[in-house]
């Protein structure tokens, strides 16, 4: 048995059909694996099937015989070992429901036997964080970082939380990626409060633009067309500074459910010419698209994290972003270094008004290169590797 | 390797055809079974794929036309003409009645489709005969309880997997 062996398990994953899906943990691996004998992932993908009891028993009954045979290792991210599983989940909203289920599911891969590795490190408490306790090694130690950004739904449900609870217990530690989330988990767990900790999804910053952008007018926004990531209200705002100056363009990279409102009031407000609609985008495209324009803008409501703000300025791209929580939390004492925050309201004047400031004092009054090296000593692949390294093998908790 | 890929809801369309593709491009005869339609545009289907398009979603039970003369059209029609004094009852009408004849042909139609996608898989199960049955999708296990077990007993040396991956071992 290899002392630096680790067993990565979640919900997310990035796959064919939703290739953007979990491409945080995926940065974890590639960031993470290069230091240990061997990482497996197992990728726990949820696949909802009939709730119906008699048909549900029979679909145990399958999986029971398909799992330990169907599950074949393939190498991913970082030299890692990546063990697609699929969890053939019933369709209810219970989550706890669906924890036993990613846990009765893993169990059946690994055809009894518990995971090898020492170390595990789950995604997602409720559904990764509880199929490792329940699959560990006796004396593994296992830990999760939870990103969910229906946390707040999940713990809504009394046996959820307890569940929830009763993961947190049996943790060895438990990490959040954003202030938002620590809060969220600290008031629902105080008796938990000192085994919760902060652990950043890692960043790539192995390239930048040669030069800062001299002027704010290729607006890039990266996000999902749904309804927290308020494309409207940005589209909005953008309108109303394009008003003064023509020249401005604005680049959507994502898609969503939204789209076809998007397209339909980017037309309204005259904009057809000025607004680019990407679609969805790799994530390997993101450094040299944030590179390819001025400005990184986000409206989002709520963010977790707020991972693109980061690769924006990883990118050498200033940004202008809400004050959602994971964003504000990532830039605090680069604030003005990194571009403007402005407050989540519904007048877009919020939105217009940081812009004309920012367009006042940059690039005299903005410090690309020091929010740069700030966030890079956090965040980057480096930083990130090593903080989990220690925690795992170094008695950092 | 003969591979059978199975996605009947052709929910995950998006993997079907890139995993349908890599196989092909490794060397494999790949067949697909899949439901057709809309999900599928843009997909960019490898033309060296055989397919089954199952087109379940086109079919409907039919409700005899006796039921919905009587318990439908004819009531409704007559509710609607004595106008709002007779909304109330419409509602309850629409309740009591017509909410149940429409639950009866859902599961109807359901089970309609359920046994032609059965017909349709078994069929090709046995033309095919495959080396490698790769149940793409929720529902492709979900209807897998019927045929799978019975494969499996036959031919134990059927590979079985939840998508196709290059460099899987063996």
């Known amino acids: ?397 | 390797m003969k591979l059978l890929y199975l996605a009947p809801l052709a929910s995950r369309p998006g993997a079907a055809a890139a995993e349908t593709r890599l196989a092909a491009e490794d060397g494999h005869r790949v067949l697909l079974l899949a439901e057709g339609g809309p999900k599928w545009e843009g997909r960019d289907l490898d033309p060296r794929i055989e397919t089954v398009w199952l087109d379940t979603f086109s079919m409907n039970a039919a409700e005899p036309l006796l039921i919905s003369l009587c318990r439908r059209r004819i009531p409704l029609g007559v509710l609607r003409r004595l106008g709002r004094p007779a909304e109330p009852l419409a509602r309850r009408w629409r309740r009591s009645v017509v909410k149940p004849l429409d639950r009866d042909l859902s599961r109807r139609t359901a089970a309609m489709r359920e046994a032609h996608r059965l017909a349709r898989i078994g069929d090709t199960v046995r033309e095919f005969a495959p080396d490698l049955l790769v149940l793409g999708e929720g529902a492709a296990i979900e209807l897998g309880v019927h045929f799978v077990p019975e494969l499996l007993d036959h031919r134990p040396e059927t590979v079985t997997a939840y998508a196709y991956e290059r460099g899987a071992a063996a």
Not at chain 1, 41 to 70: C, F, I, K, M
Not at chain 1, 152 to 159: I, R, S
Not at chain 1, 264 to 273: N, P, R, V
Request: contains cysteine.
């Open chain 1, 1 to 397: 048995m290899t002392a630096r062996r680790v067993a990565v398990v979640t919900p997310w994953y990035p796959d064919p059909h939703l290739p953007f899906r979990g491409s945080f943990v995926r940065a974890m691996v590639e960031a993470t694996a290069p230091g240990t004998d061997r990482l497996d992932v197992y990728h726990l993908n949820g696949w909802p099937v009939t709730r119906d009891r008699e048909r549900l028993a029979a679909v145990e009954a399958l999986q029971e015989r398909l799992l330990p045979r169907s599950v074949r290792p393939v190498p991913t991210a970082g030299g890692a070992v990546l063990h697609r599983i699929a969890a053939a989940v019933e369709r209810v909203r219970d989550h706890a429901v669906h924890a036993r289920r990613h846990a009765w599911t893993l169990r059946g891969a690994l055809a009894g036997e518990p995971l090898a590795a020492p170390v595990v490190h789950a995604h997602v408490p409720m559904l990764g964080g509880y199929a490792a306790l329940e699959n560990a090694r006796p004396d593994a130690k296992v830990y999760a970082t939870e990103h969910s950004s229906f946390l707040a739904e999940v713990l809504a449900d009394t046996g959820s939380r307890d569940l929830y609870d009763e993961i947190l217990d049996r943790l060895d530690g438990c990490f959040v990626v954003g202030e938002p989330l620590f809060a969220l988990l600290g008031e629902a767990f105080p008796h938990h409060a000192a085994k919760i900790g902060y652990l950043a999804n890692p960043v790539d910053f192995t390239s930048r633009r040669p030069e800062p952008p001299a002027e704010l007018r290729r607006w890039l926004s990266v996000a999902a067309f749904n309804e927290r990531k308020r494309i409207d209200y940005l589209l909005r705002a953008f309108a109303d500074c394009r008003a003064e100056d023509p020249e401005l363009t604005l680049t959507l990279a994502g898609d969503g459910e939204l789209r076809p409102e998007l397209e339909a009031l980017t037309a309204e407000l005259g904009l057809a010419g000025a607004v680019e609609f990407l679609g969805a985008v790799e994530p390997d495209r993101i450094p040299a698209l944030m590179a390819e324009h001025d400005l990184f803008v986000h409206a989002s409501r709520h963010e977790t994290f707020g991972v693109v703000v980061v690769e924006a300025l990883a990118a050498g791209t200033p940004v202008l972003a809400t004050r959602s929580g994971g964003s504000d939390q990532v830039l605090d004492g680069v604030e003005d270094d990194a571009g403007a925050l402005f407050d989540v309201v519904d007048d877009p004047a919020a939105l217009v008004d940081a812009y004309l400031a920012l367009r006042e004092r940059h690039p005299h009054k903005t410090d690309l290169d020091r929010a740069r090296a700030h966030l890079s000593a956090k965040y980057s692949y480096a930083a990130v590797a090593d903080r989990h390294h220690r925690i795992w093998f170094g008695g950092e908790r």
